[in-house]
């Protein structure tokens, strides 16, 4: 399996893209903004999508994806989400108001996008490539993904804040390798943290004391020009993990 980063930022500026994640060369985990640097040509190869949950800047282009390799696919873009995520994305994005419903587009029995409904403790197997959702809590429905090779494991989190279930799941990985995780505000914004359901250093520094294995902590989902100061606070409650910045770009295999 190869993950590559398309987008790892909590927000948009130059350079700067939303969450998106390429499994190989045709699977996307959410499709932030990071999913517009994609060719043409890399786009058509996209047969699935899974998503984390609705917020915008997790499924901004999927509306427009869809709608540029529709036409030019035989076969739906297939989208895996949570039952609730389905059901927000059907009535605020492809409502024939935001967006065409491509679900019912060009017609109900040939449509450019189907939705599959995932849950927590059942696994999807794509040619060998099993993707588990995980339980988080954020402020809407969401999951975290388990990326299986059978070799090692990479787990992106999603949006959430501290939630022991979690911590739980990751330590019932025998072959955990990469844990990507989010950190969104800064320690001082506790209220934030707490109305919008994402993390703070010191709530990731609780998580990885219940951690029970090694891993490659990877950062993402930072503020805009908040990162240098939030990486230093990582570092200074979760220093002997090695947090890494996350970049756009880079590629793991595994
Ligand atoms: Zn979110
Ligand atoms: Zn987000």
Request: charge should be negative; proline fraction near 7%; charged fraction near 20%.
């Amino acid at each position: 399996m190869r993950v590559t980063i398309l987008g790892c930022t909590g927000g948009v500026a130059a350079n700067l893209r939303t969450t998106c994640l390429m499994l190989d060369s045709d699977i996307l985990i959410d499709a932030g903004t990071g999913a517009g640097d994609l060719t043409l040509d890399e786009m058509l190869r996209i047969d699935t999508v899974f998503l984390t949950h609705s917020h915008l800047d997790h499924v901004a282009l999927l509306p427009m994806l869809a709608d540029v390799v529709g036409p030019r696919r035989n076969t739906p873009l297939t989208v895996y989400a949570l039952p609730e995520t389905i059901a927000i994305l059907a009535q605020h994005m492809f409502n024939f108001r935001l967006w065409p419903d491509y679900t019912a587009l060009p017609s109900p029995d040939k449509p450019y996008v189907i939705f599959h409904p995932v849950a927590v403790g059942q696994t999807v197997e794509l040619a060998g490539r099993r993707i588990s959702p995980l339980p988080v809590r954020h402020a809407v429905p969401g999951v975290a993904y388990q990326l299986d090779s059978g070799k090692a494991s990479f787990v992106f989190s999603g949006d959430t804040t501290y939630h022991a279930p979690f911590w739980e799941a990751l330590n019932a990985i025998g072959n955990l390798r990469y844990l990507m995780i989010e950190t969104t505000f800064l320690n001082h914004n506790t209220a934030g943290a707490e109305a919008s359901g994402h993390m703070r250093p010191e709530l990731l520094a609780q998580g990885l004391k219940h951690l029970n294995k090694p891993v490659r902590l990877l950062i993402t989902h930072m503020e805009p020009g908040n990162e240098d100061a939030t990486m230093a606070e990582i570092q200074a409650a979760a220093g002997a993990f090695k947090p890494e910045k996350l970049k756009r770009g880079q590629v793991f295999e595994f």
